[in-house]
């Protein structure tokens, strides 16, 4: 063997280690994928030859050892104690006061950072080298998955030196090793094709993963690794856990981007208003924020109880995902008529909303998940998403479980069902276009906030209006009169003129809106506002045909040939015509683009909260957002505005204790009519 093969092997372990840390780590790479992967190719060859100059540390570890019989255990040096929990900004002021009265010093600082839901583990290096992986376990001893974890490409097998911080001789570092929301769904297709049972959530993926006595099993599943923190360490000290933090990230280690130092106890619990808001938006899933005292030693000081430290807290989010009983399988029409399944559930609260039903999506998912009548199962709600049943939990099965089958024909109307097998689902669909609950449907999509946006005019005030022949057509909504709305049940004069004045504000509606609510197959509210931005003006639309919507950048040959359908048909042009001479104003895309914005709310963050009397909430939120506002939900430092209506609550305290801008609802109508009166005069 020549010293040559011995120098190509060191300097291809050193260069992929290299690259490994700047794609992963860095997120900068410095090769393309197809070279780094000629490289570890030639790495592998070499080893395979030479195992002698398979090092510990080598890239190819990535890529799993030979199976295990058994897990073997181990005890961790300092034992992995859980934390105790807080469910309020209460909770938080308690912590603070009790571990400040402990230490006779209220000014701490904290360091918070997101709590993620999934698996914790251990990873122990001498010298710089990872020796060892254990699990959790039961936080005093732990399962050794070394060769598991050395598959996950963002750990690195051995740390950098070459950062101007000397290399411990022992370092144990503390992380969450995790799956992504794409990575999970990934992988569940790939179990889908191959017959296997899906994962119910990410985090049990990411467990499953860890425990393969098949390595190689491991390193095909992608997996993601954030550290956190530290156990023994020997040859490196801390002053402060954000010191810490950035240690371990300048040798090697991924640490999440959402962590913030060194911040006041108020500043904390802003910190958390601000990741409820963007949790949904987060690429993998998290259960609420870790509170922990920045300073080192007052952590040592501060010490541990039985089961958790004194010095850390963990902030969580209420559930989005519970277990709970179906009850019922029924079958809902919608506006196209599609069949859908829905589960009527046990009641359960989810995320601080009772949840009763949750959708199926479709026949096939139905049998993919094997789910029936009377199963136990899992029942996710996140962000404004509709509640669905992610898994059955087949060990509390008694055998009195009740296969599911779809109707041959409609639950509503007792028509045809057809079934349409499509790219990704089989969808059955009821035939007759008369059914009326697809024309329900199509009343509830015309008025919905995406739509029309007519506030008041909710799912059960449709059914109303329809079984009572009130509405017969879209028009028929522009026609409403107060006489026949107040003589409604549960609908009083006051509900009536709001309605009627909710209608009347929305009879002037952009081109995008408008093609969105008439329902058109295929073109959904992207597809709306490409078409509404080509050609300008409803004219231009209606006059277009299928080559000439086809040949838009977006716009895909289905959408085109419905959209021409759609406006080729006399009685869909006798439809619109009808609508503008009930008051209809389609505005040109122009046109909207030079509406006039108001000086004093673009570009600002606002919070409605409470009850407004004149003017419904969805309707203020629209004249604002189509003015440059940003409305959120939460109230933060970052809030400028807080339009508080009555019975506003706690986020009009949290407001007045930030020195946050608040207007009631006089004071907020009076500065959008001296706006209006200025941009008259500007007109003028």
Known sequence: MSETTKEKVARLQEELTTHNYHYHVLDAPLISDAAYDRMLKELIDLEKRHPELAVPDSPT????????????????????????????????????????????NENLAYTVEPKLDGVAVELRYENGVLVQATTRGDGVTGEVITDNVRTISRVPLRLKSDTGHPLPSLLEVRGEVILKHHAFERLNQDRDRQGEARFANPRNAAAGSLRQLDSSVTAKRPLDIYVYGVGALSGIEFRTQGEMLETLKSVGFPVNDHIQTHLSVSQVLEAYDLLAETRASLPYEIDGMVIKVDDVGLQQELGEKAKSPRWAVAYKFEAVEEMTKIQEIIVQVGRTGTLTPVALLEPVKIGGVTVSRATLHNEDEIRRKDIRVGDWVMVKRAGDVIPKVVAVVPQKRSGREVEFAMPEQCPVCSGEVAREVQESATVNRCVNLACPAQFKERIRHFVSKKAFDIDGLGKKLVVQLVDQGLISSFTDIFRLEHDGLAGLERMGDKSAANLIAAIETAKKVSLKRFLFALGISHTGEHAAAVIAGHFKTLDHVMAADQDALAQIHGIGERTAEAVARFFDNPAHESLIQEMQDAGVEIESEAAVEEAPKMSLFSGKRLVLTGSLQQMPRSQAKKRLESLGARITSAVSAKTDFLIAGEKAGSKLTKAENLGIRILNEDEFLSLLNQEDQGNRENQE
């Open 61 to 104: 570890r990535r890529v799993g050892a030979p199976p295990l019989s058994a897990f073997e255990q181990a005890r961790h040096t300092i034992p992995m104690l859980s934390l105790d929990n807080a469910f309020s900004h209460g909770d938080v002021q308690d912590f603070h006061l009790r571990i400040a009265r402990l230490l006779n």
